[in-house]
């Protein structure tokens, strides 16, 4: 149950993830990419600061031990703050593509760690799956360079990685909830720190109305997937819950080619379908299955 429960929190994750990989190709216009996402984080932090106030979990929150504090200050600097410094600094200098494929082996690399600190079994058919899903990342994105900007990129990557392993350590006591808060306070004040630092405030401070709205908007995005993607690890081994974010790439795809005619060669049509292919393989046919029978008979009970 609690793994069915997992998978189906970070199959949403993967949904928002794309719709937010394709929103926020336009919101990041126009602003300082290092501020936007500080805004961002700092909102989220807001938002999900008061859904634990809401739901009456604060003093859980005021109890929790000097090490667990710990954890998530150490969350919010590997996984909420380095990395976004580094990939966007970098994104500079390299292409979109290059920047693209080498993210997208996040799970790879979130799999060897997993497997090495977390004792995380490793079955053959999540490996047939991982090879689905490297192919299909070569085939849509393509060849790509590799320099000084690709390091950079591949340490974001690494550091995220780390960051999923560390959390999920820190989710064995406790919740998604509190996991995701650590991570966006904390990786806020890194990044704030770094703005104040670098003489780079301002870009936070004066902002249009079209850009407000924007960030309005991803950070509600942002917020639901930090909420579904923690609280779906919590139930998730690393490995399966770092291979079916890569959904969100078919899904930002299919919504390039609708609302902006984005064409899509049949190599890259040919990678999205092993990218599918492989997230099925990894959730599982048996469960997908079972998920549509359950909506079967909703729908069937409710025409009777």
Known sequence: MGESRGLLLVLCTALISGFSIFL???AVKGFNPFAF??????????FLFSLIFLLKEFSSLKSLS?????????????????????????????GPTSAGFLHKTLF??????????????????????????????????????????????LAATLLWAAENVISKHALRELSGRTV???????????????????????FALFLSVPQLQWLLLTSTLLFFYVFTY???????????AASILLLAQPITALLSLTF?????????????????????????FTYLLGIFKRKVIFVAGNRA
């Open 24 to 26: 926020n190709s336009f």
């Open 37 to 46: 996402t500080f805004l961002k984080n700092a909102l989220v932090a807001i």
């Open 66 to 94: 000097r090490s667990s504090w710990a954890k998530l200050v150490f969350i919010g600097l590997v996984g909420g703050s380095i990395p976004f410094l580094l990939f966007f600094y970098a994104l500079k200098l390299a």
């Open 108 to 153: 790879i690399w979130a799999t060897i760690l997993a497997f090495f600190f977390l004792r995380e079994r490793i079955s053959r058919k999540f490996i047939a799956a991982a090879i689905l899903l490297f192919a299909g990342n070569i085939l849509f994105f393509g060849p790509t360079s590799f320099a000084f900007p690709e390091l950079l990129i």
């Open 180 to 202: 995701a808060f650590g991570r966006m306070f904390f990786g806020s004040a890194f990044i704030l720190a770094f703005l104040i630092t670098t003489s780079q405030l301002q």
């Open 230 to 240: 923690y609280s779906g690890l919590k139930h998730l081994p690393v490995h399966k």
């Open 260 to 284: 902006l005619g984005k064409p899509v060669s049949f190599t890259q049509a040919l990678g999205l379908t092993l990218l599918v292919a492989g997230v099925l393989l990894v959730v599982g």
